[in-house]
């Protein structure tokens, strides 16, 4: 389950930025995400992680100083370990901010951290109806999936990430090690 950490604390770390007003700035944000989910897409590049990075910040900004404030302490609760307190923010900003799928995202890790399967699977099931190029929340909807005992469908949600995002080496590691179930093949 290291992969889901992995974004959840990457998604925690783009949190410290101060994000552009809503309107044409937003319009531009979504032109900005898919050219870097393109250049994501190229198995061969070599920076995939300063790209990872930059998408990780564009789907971070809300788009409202309010929403960001309550993205803001979200996280930071969450980075110390207050899951109660994140839990709070992040269903604020979900309540005022239902079109923001990162919101729902990170809320969705919180859950998962709490035990909360089910509402850890509505929140990133949300999340991918906002950003279906969501590979965070992919990768969060295969580790629930693995844990959960369904290998199938978490091998199905990992292959649609790695589909997005074929440089994450903790995607390939999770496909390898369930391909064997996957395939019927015992070892």
């Given at each position: 389950m290291g992969t889901l950490r992995r974004y959840l604390n990457a998604t925690v770390a783009t949190g410290w930025i101060v994000l552009a007003p809503?309107?044409?700035?937003?319009?531009?944000?979504?032109?900005?995400?898919?050219?870097?989910?393109?250049?994501?897409?190229?198995?061969?590049?070599?920076?995939?992680?300063?790209?990872?990075?930059?998408?990780?910040?564009?789907?971070?900004?809300?788009?409202?100083?309010?929403?960001?404030?309550?993205?803001?302490?979200?996280?930071?609760?969450?980075?110390?370990?207050?899951?109660?307190?994140?839990?709070?923010?992040?269903?604020?900003?979900?309540?005022?901010?239902?079109?923001?799928?990162?919101?729902?995202?990170?809320?969705?890790?919180?859950?998962?951290?709490?035990?909360?399967?089910?509402?850890?699977?509505?929140?990133?099931?949300?999340?991918?109806?906002?950003n279906p190029d969501h590979f965070g929340a992919m990768i969060g909807l295969g580790a629930i999936m693995e844990e959960a005992g369904d290998i199938?469908?978490?091998?199905?949600?990992?292959?649609?990430?790695?589909?997005?995002?074929?440089?994450?080496?903790?995607?390939?590691?999770?496909?390898?090690?369930?391909?064997?179930?996957?395939?019927?093949?015992?070892?």
């Open positions: 809503f309107g044409a700035a937003h319009a531009q944000q979504s032109d900005r995400a898919a050219d870097l989910l393109r250049q994501l897409a190229n198995p061969d590049l070599p920076n995939w992680q300063i790209v990872e990075q930059e998408l990780w910040v564009e789907w971070s900004k809300t788009g409202s100083p309010a929403m960001d404030l309550l993205l803001r302490r979200g996280r930071e609760a969450l980075e110390e370990g207050e899951l109660e307190a994140a839990l709070d923010h992040l269903t604020a900003l979900t309540d005022h901010a239902p079109d923001f799928a990162e919101g729902y995202s990170i809320r969705g890790s919180v859950y998962y951290q709490l035990g909360l399967l089910g509402p850890a699977l509505n929140d990133i099931r949300t999340a991918l109806t906002l199938d469908r978490a091998f199905a949600a990992y292959q649609a990430a790695i589909a997005i995002h074929p440089n994450e080496p903790d995607l390939k590691d999770a496909l390898e090690r369930l391909e064997p179930q996957v395939s019927g093949i015992t070892l």
